[in-house]
């Protein structure tokens, strides 16, 4: 058997992990600012997370959610705690598609309605309500079209306004858009959103899949605005690695016995997965390294010669490449050993692990340097 080729894969193989640092296979060092897709979020192969994991796989790794799992009450104990939502209930899955699924789901079950308010460039995942919401329509199958589903530009408060009504049941944002090329809603609109999705009786799903667990400087990137969102969609970060996502639900939503349902969601290997991450951050003050590396990074890349264009908050930051770059995100893999994400067209995304140093982010930034020259404006 071959394997379905839906992948346009780079000439790498990564074969082992270590902090910030990716080997392939034959012994090459990488700097990897890319995290896997921003999963890595304390690091590839922390000692504390794949000890807790390997006693763990010693004990049990799954069983069902029909059984009772104390693993999984802790968890959302110490997520509450860490993430300052320590009132919302936690629904465990594995995936962000999954979590927007069920967020989505949640929406319409409370509310009784169908239609949704969703974003241009917006990106939920694959599954069918998370893709019917992703404003892409090349990866929409006819068999994904058949939601209500309105798309309304980004901070545009008059467009949406003019799409919602009492017949939505939810409006889904990123609380940064990532896969767009990073994309950053104003607080002011953030704010807007909470306050129609209140008048109209809409439920506001926060999609911090990506831009959440510390990842933007915040543990949540919407919480620079001060706002809480009905339902908050969890995946990436929440793991480092192994696949574990939850949607964080305000406690006035009820649930009924089997509302919701997954298999493998909150399986025990995964919990503690999890709660290692947790302990990590806080322990290690990730959140705070995050904001404190990705301003110093934002602030670099601004004196560079494509300046008007860096975006972002904490560590995860974009900025469009100039035509005459085109080529740099390869270069930084060939010619420097760095990895880094990307948007199309031409958007360079760096997603690395919340615990990248000064010294990794300056490797980086002197390759910037080579890179533009002659070029860079001095
Ligand atoms: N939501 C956002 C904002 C994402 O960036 C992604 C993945 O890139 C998803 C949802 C989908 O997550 P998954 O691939 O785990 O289903």
């Known amino acids: 058997m071959k394997l379905f080729e839906v992948y346009s894969l780079l000439p790498f193989e990564p074969v082992k992990g270590e902090g910030s640092w990716i080997w392939d296979s034959t012994e090459n060092k990488y700097l990897d600012l890319y995290g896997g897709h921003a999963v890595i979020s304390i690091g590839h192969q922390h000692r504390y997370q794949v000890q807790a994991m390997k006693e763990q796989l010693d004990k049990l790794t799954f069983y069902s959610n029909s059984v009772q799992n104390h693993l999984q009450e802790q968890l959302a104990e110490k997520l509450g705690k860490v993430s300052g939502y320590d009132t919302y209930n936690l629904f465990l899955v594995s995936s962000g598609a999954e979590a927007n699924e069920n967020a989505l789901k949640l929406a319409s079950f409370v509310t009784g309605r169908k239609k949704v308010i969703a974003f241009k460039k917006s990106f939920h995942g694959r599954t069918s309500g998370a893709v019917a919401v992703t404003d892409n329509p090349k990866i929409n199958s006819p068999f994904n079209t058949g939601h209500e589903v309105v798309f309304v530009p980004l901070n545009d408060s008059a467009a949406f306004d003019a799409a919602i009504d009492n017949q939505t049941a939810a409006v889904i944002i990123e609380g940064i858009q990532g896969v767009a090329g990073i994309h950053v809603p ?33 543990f949540f990137a919407h919480q620079y605005a001060d706002i809480h969102p009905d339902a908050i969609t969890i995946a990436k970060g929440m793991g480092n690695g192994f696949p574990i996502g939850g949607v964080l639900i305000n406690p006035d939503y009820k649930p009924f016995a089997g509302m919701l349902g997954t298999t493998f969601g909150g399986s025990h290997l995964a919990c503690v997965a999890a709660l290692a991450v947790l302990e990590v951050i806080e322990r290690q003050n990730l959140i705070l390294n995050a904001q404190t590396i990705g301003s110093y990074l934002i602030e670099q890349l601004k004196t560079m010669n494509f300046s008007p264009s860096v975006r972002g908050s904490g560590l995860m930051i974009g900025f469009d490449v100039p035509e005459d770059l085109k080529n740099l995100r390869n270069d930084l893999i060939s010619k420097h050993n760095i990895m880094t994400g990307e948007a199309k067209p031409n958007v360079i995304r760096l997603l690395p692990s919340l615990a990248l140093s000064k010294q990794e982010a300056d490797i980086f930034l002197q390759a910037m340097i080579q890179q533009l020259n002659p070029v860079a404006v001095a």
């Open 186 to 218: 104003s607080n002011t609109f953030l704010q807007h959103l909470e306050k129609k999705c209140k008048e109209n009786g809409a439920l506001l799903i926060l999609d911090e899949v990506q831009s959440g667990y510390g990842r933007s400087g915040k």
